[in-house]
């Protein structure tokens, strides 16, 4: 006999025996009329009956809140998700989901095209990670947080750049019920939706996205406090909040048309740190964007903050730096 069964044998004879014990107390109590002894008969008769209900639950389900859980193995999991393809779950819609998908062997796009069933609250990246559990998982994108932060899942949806975690399904849907998912026009394709953002990062990489202190101390090993007045926070603060999605560069026509423009994503960052009082390198910042292929690049088609899903608004950020390389020149150090 197992270790384990031979263990819950001894746990049920103890949670019947002992008040089967107490039961016959109560027994004797009622016998010689005593009224203590018969509040203990009492709470003996209550035992037994949890004791006798534990068992049951305790046999019927086993020990472990794990084992309570339905087993799934290979074949159940087949046909559960066999039956989730064919029924319509209430509320949901049947929806058309193509998407151009990149062939890295071929290096050709090919068109496939899913049906599923979706509510209004599925998003762009629920859709596509069903279509990769129920239909073809070689299907590939990339995803990581699923609320907007990572900046991840940028995807044209539509002809529209978007964060498929951020986007509802339903409000994207054609009439025909569609909706077309292909991966981001301004990066290269490395394998269906997913992109490469080398240059993306080498271009943010390349303006210095970072505080400078002249003084090497306070840079590398300060434990000094910056204190900073709400006014020169807010200053800087709407374009901090860039998750470098890389949208703004897709939906960017001078990006599309010229590669050594560093972009809407990496100007605006440009701007944040210029902005920031704690900032020693506002000088060189400017001298470094004016050129062609930095500020005086952007042709303020303002597509870029259309496009970014934080409202960093990296169109007017571009503007001010104009500004602030033509009016400020050479007057912050
Ligand atoms: S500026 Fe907006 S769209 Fe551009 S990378 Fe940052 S968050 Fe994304
Ligand atoms: S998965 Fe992180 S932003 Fe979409």
Known sequence: ???????????????????LLLFAYLV????YHSA?????????????????VGSIEIYAHGRNPEERLPMLKGNDIKKGLESERGRRPKGAEEVTVRIKRFNPQTKRFDNESYSVYE?????????????????????????SCRM???????????????????TNLLSQLDE???ITVEPMHGHPV?????????????????????????????????????????REVNQFLPYSYCIMCGLCMDACPVVNSNTEFVGP?????????????????????????????????????????????KGVDPASAIQLLKASIIADFGEKE
């Open 1 to 19: 006999m197992k270790r384990d069964s031979r263990f819950m044998i001894l746990l049920y004879a103890g949670m019947v025996l002992v008040p």
């Open 28 to 31: 004797a109590a009622i016998a």
């Open 36 to 52: 203590e002894t018969l509040m203990l008969g009492i709470a003996a008769l209550w035992m037994i009956i949890f004791g006798i």
């Open 119 to 143: 509510d209004r609250l599925a998003t762009v990246l629920d859709t596509l990670l069903k279509i990769k559990s129920q239909h073809d998982n070689t299907l590939s994108m990339r995803y």
């Open 148 to 166: 907007g932060i990572c900046g991840s899942c940028g995807m044209v949806a539509n002809g529209k750049p978007i964060l498929a975690c951020e």
């Open 176 to 178: 025909d019920k569609s």
């Open 190 to 230: 490395l394998k269906d939706l997913v992109t490469d953002f080398d240059d993306f990062f080498a271009k943010h990489e390349s303006v210095e996205p970072h505080l400078y202190r002249k003084d090497k101390v306070e840079q590398y090993s300060t434990d000094k406090e910056y204190r900073q007045t709400k």
């Open 265 to 309: 994503q990496a100007l605006s960052q440009v701007y944040r740190y210029y902005k920031d009082s704690r900032d020693q390198n506002g000088k060189r910042r400017l001298l470094d964007s004016d050129n062609l292929h930095g500020a005086w690049g952007c042709e303020f088609s303002g597509s870029c903050s259309k496009a970014c899903p």
